[in-house]
């Protein structure tokens, strides 16, 4: 079985129609997506002079041919890319869970064209409540990764989705006490033959940030060192992707760059146990594809 994992595409549809080129060129069986899948980057539009522009905290890549045209072909673009226009004045999680649904139906219609199996994981920065997101994932047929235990062929993939604290107070943060008891959930189905999927990283594994501080969990950590898995998945940490193999596990990193247009992740063979790492930008050509299309 031919797995593609990534993570981190926030809300970024570009990303997905580069996930279905690769889908059919890798033969790619299914897709894993380890968290924050739902939009971040939000904005105002506004004139400034002759022309549109943006205000948003998320730098705008090729801004001048992003925002040049009329207001509707504007607001087209930016959805694609994963923004998301909300008021200055009424900034607030009501608003942001409001417009974060509402984008993930339309990822998930998109991921539903893939025509192959799909797993998502809840991410901190997915802002949706539990309810929400099991009804969203059960109404396409997506499988939810939340706490969750598959069977696929001779593996199983088992979900987690806490984080430790962030200095965002994003959601389905937890301090490493209470993230220990929300493992032993599904410590009793990690073994060998199983493919973990955790939005966060382990301790001091791929999870250094750009200022290099480690900010793993401890208790990650000590349950895949215990449990030995054969592959270890995660994101949360963009400036950490790769791979590391510790004591005969394999660690990945799938982290995207939405904000870069940059695609990333890993192919994972579980029958010849290759792999293949992906590092796919979106190019202003084949925007303009997507967007036309």
């Not at 040049?68 to 004045?89: C, M, P, Y």
């Not at 696929?152 to 993230?179: A, I, S």
């Not at 394999?250 to 939405?258: G, I, K």
């Not at 695609?263 to 050509?285: A, F, H, P, S, V």
Request: with cysteine.
């Amino acid at each position: 079985m031919k797995i593609f994992a990534t993570a981190d595409i926030h809300g970024n549809k570009s990303l997905i129609y580069l996930i279905r080129e690769m889908i059919k060129k890798e033969e790619i069986d299914l897709l894993v997506i380890a968290g924050d899948i739902a939009p971040k980057g939000f904005y105002q539009l506004y004139r400034n002079g002759l022309k549109y522009d943006i205000r948003s905290a998320f730098c705008l890549r090729n801004r001048g041919i992003i925002l040049d045209g009329n207001e509707q072909q504007i607001r087209t673009k930016l959805d694609l890319l994963g923004f998301v226009e909300i008021s200055r004045d009424n900034y607030n999680l009501s608003l942001i869970r409001l417009r974060q649904k509402e984008a993930l139906r339309r990822i998930c219609e998109l991921l539903k064209t893939l025509r192959i199996p799909v797993y998502l994981l809840i991410g901190n920065d997915d802002h949706i409540s539990d309810n929400d997101w099991d009804k969203i994932l059960s109404d396409y047929g997506i499988y939810n990764l939340n706490l969750k235990a598959y069977e696929l062929e001779e593996f199983k993939m088992v979900g987690f989705q806490y984080v430790l604290p962030t200095p965002w107070n994003t959601n389905n943060e937890l301090p490493e006490d209470r993230l220990a008891d929300e493992l032993t959930h599904i410590e009793p189905y990690i073994d060998r033959k199983t493919i973990l999927i955790t939005h966060g990283p382990p301790k001091n594994i791929l999870d250094r940030t750009g200022n290099g501080l480690r900010v793993g969990s401890e208790s990650i950590y000590r349950t895949v060192k215990e449990k030995q898995p054969m592959f270890h998945v995660f994101g949360h940490i963009h400036e950490a992707f790769g791979k590391a193999t510790i004591d005969n596990i394999t660690f990945y990193n799938v982290a995207s760059l939405w904000d870069d247009w940059l695609l990333r992740g890993y192919i994972i063979d579980t029958k010849t146990m290759n792999e293949k790492r992906i590092e796919r930008r979106i190019l202003l050509g084949e925007f303009k594809h997507f967007y036309d299309g």
